[in-house]
């Protein structure tokens, strides 16, 4: 049914998608650092950060606005967290793969993901997406020894103010097929964990461009992985 009413809606989809490019306003990431060392305490944590513009913090002014930096107050000077962000707008999968591939070996102890809108816009589809997907998992397990992951579910893309009906409607069903079908791999791995999309994607808390989070929601994702990490170290 899905690919039916792709078929069928193509036509006015991909129209939509043009005014959608044309029309929306092209925001920058966020200024700031993008690796660093925060805190003294007695326990180290090194954190990498992965994903799109979402995770770039385009929609906040400054990387301390955005999720990196909201991870990070939340962690306050109570350890001694070694980061860092690597995230590119228009990021998808593959591109992440390929990049991290291409640079020298690393240690870290957790990586969070952002991704998976960029693919929906390319229509990749759920077969590719879990080959690429598992494919990432394993570089980040076998190069850089991570020992637990935390991957950002899609966000419901028929909730993006920048995004009208019907296509914010065909977008939301692609994300959710994603989720849908990495959320039941995630589901047989010990050491990753499928961060469910709970942010409230109202108008007032989307950046505005209406496509990407604003500062608000970067508070709330960033303490929702918090928790997970915090969960994680049994603290």
Same mark, same amino acid.
């Given at each position: 049914?899905?690919?039916?009413?792709?078929?069928?809606l &193509?036509?006015?989809l991909?129209l939509?998608?043009?005014?959608?490019?044309?029309? $929306?306003?092209?925001?920058?990431? &966020?200024?700031?650092?993008?690796?660093?060392?925060?805190?003294? %305490?007695?326990?180290?944590?090194?954190?990498?950060?992965?994903g799109?513009?979402?995770? &770039?913090?385009v929609?906040?002014?400054? =990387?301390?606005?955005?999720?990196?930096?909201?991870?990070?107050?939340?962690?306050?000077?109570?350890?001694?967290?070694?980061?860092?962000?690597?995230?590119? $707008?228009?990021?998808? $999968?593959? *591109? $992440?793969?390929?990049?991290?591939?291409?640079?020298?070996?690393k240690?870290f *102890?957790?990586?969070?993901?952002?991704?998976?809108?960029?693919?929906?816009?390319?229509?990749?589809t759920?077969?590719?997406?879990?080959?690429q =997907?598992?494919?990432?998992?394993?570089?980040?397990?076998?190069?850089?020894?991570?020992?637990?992951?935390i991957?950002? &579910?899609?966000?419901?893309?028929?909730?993006?103010?920048?995004?009208?009906?019907?296509?914010?409607?065909?977008?939301?069903?692609?994300?959710r097929?994603?989720?849908?079908?990495?959320?039941?791999?995630?589901?047989?791995?010990?050491?990753?964990?499928?961060?469910?999309?709970n942010?409230?994607?109202?108008?007032a808390?989307m950046?505005?461009? %209406?496509?990407?989070?604003?500062?608000?929601?970067h508070?709330?994702?960033?303490?929702?992985?918090?928790?997970?990490?915090?969960?994680?170290? %049994?603290?």
């Amino acid at each position: 049914m899905h690919r039916l009413l792709k078929y069928i809606l &193509a036509p006015l989809l991909i129209l939509q998608a043009k005014q959608v490019r044309k029309n $929306t306003l092209r925001l920058p990431e &966020a200024r700031g650092p993008r690796k660093g060392i925060q805190g003294q %305490g007695e326990r180290k944590i090194r954190l990498l950060i992965l994903g799109d513009s979402a995770a &770039a913090g385009v929609g906040v002014d400054d =990387q301390a606005h955005a999720l990196s930096g909201q991870i990070l107050a939340c962690f306050g000077d109570k350890f001694r967290i070694e980061w860092e962000l690597i995230a590119k $707008t228009g990021a998808t $999968t593959a *591109d $992440t793969v390929n990049h991290l591939e291409s640079l020298p070996q690393k240690i870290f *102890d957790v990586a969070i993901t952002s991704l998976g809108v960029n693919d929906v816009k390319l229509g990749v589809t759920r077969d590719q997406w879990m080959v690429q =997907q598992k494919q990432l998992i394993s570089l980040l397990r076998k190069k850089f020894q991570v020992k637990k992951l935390i991957l950002s &579910a899609v966000p419901p893309m028929e909730l993006f103010p920048a995004l009208p009906w019907p296509l914010g409607a065909y977008l939301g069903s692609c994300s959710r097929q994603l989720n849908h079908s990495i959320r039941a791999w995630i589901s047989t791995q010990t050491d990753c964990e499928f961060l469910e999309f709970n942010l409230p994607l109202e108008k007032a808390l989307m950046a505005d461009d %209406g496509f990407h989070p604003g500062p608000r929601l970067h508070t709330i994702w960033a303490r929702e992985i918090f928790q997970r990490i915090d969960q994680h170290l %049994g603290r």
